[in-house]
């Protein structure tokens, strides 16, 4: 059988709601990962159109690792939509111009840096991501989850705000997946043990060849 080709736009054949992310992604600051796919109810489309307030002068990125999961109604929710928190008003006068223009000169909007997933992350149906966190390796987005701080690896997060409900694995465990990192290894490797990679046994990937 051949590997599954992660340059197609749609790999389900006659199914245009899901996607392999990378081919449909037309920013220059979301960088995507292979296989990581998205499912949407309506036009993959959509996908750019949720991640929010992506400016290009705020340099910021949205990284999302290989193998995600990502599911209908995800936002990622930029630095552009920051506003200042520490003046008396949060209100961006600036950008309306005329006698307000220079309302930001010797300031600036808080950046809170990209927002970054890790690999094999799934995000559930209409969970909100913030910008400036980070997503740990293996971890899992609850459907509806809102996202403020970095998500440890392998773990379960959910509710507003977001907060860790268990891990996925004991800690033993989750160090041994980081070290294997099954990700990163060739195609033909992960073709050869996707059913151990669908299993619970993480003992035997160690001896996988």
């Known amino acids: 059988m051949p590997i599954p080709n992660p340059n197609i736009k749609f790999p389900l054949n006659g199914y245009d709601r899901l996607c392999f992310l990378k081919n449909v992604i037309t920013r220059p600051n979301i960088i995507v990962g292979d ?3 998205y499912d949407d109810f309506e036009d993959v489309g959509n996908f750019e159109k949720n991640v929010k307030y992506h400016f290009e002068f705020t340099g910021d990125k949205l990284i999302i690792g290989k193998f995600c999961m990502i599911a209908s109604g995800a936002s990622f929710i930029m630095n552009g939509a920051n506003h200042l928190t520490d003046a008396i008003s949060a209100y961006p006068f600036a950008i309306f111009g005329e006698d307000w223009s220079g309302a930001m000169e010797g300031k600036s909007y808080p950046n809170k840096g990209d927002l970054i997933i890790g690999h094999d992350v799934w995000i559930g149906h209409n969970a909100t991501l913030m910008a400036g ?3 740990g390796h293996g971890a899992i987005i609850a459907a509806n989850a809102t996202v403020v701080k970095d998500v440890p690896p392998y773990a379960i997060v959910g509710g507003n705000p977001a907060k860790v409900i268990k891990m996925r694995f004991p800690d033993e465990v989750i160090k ?7 990700w990163d290894w060739p195609l033909e490797k992960i073709s050869r043990n996707v059913q151990k990679l669908t299993s619970n046994d993480v003992d035997a990937l160690e001896s996988c060849g």
């Open 35 to 37: 296989y990581t796919y």
């Open 133 to 135: 966190i980070n997503v």
């Open 176 to 182: 041994q997946l980081l070290r294997l990192a099954w």
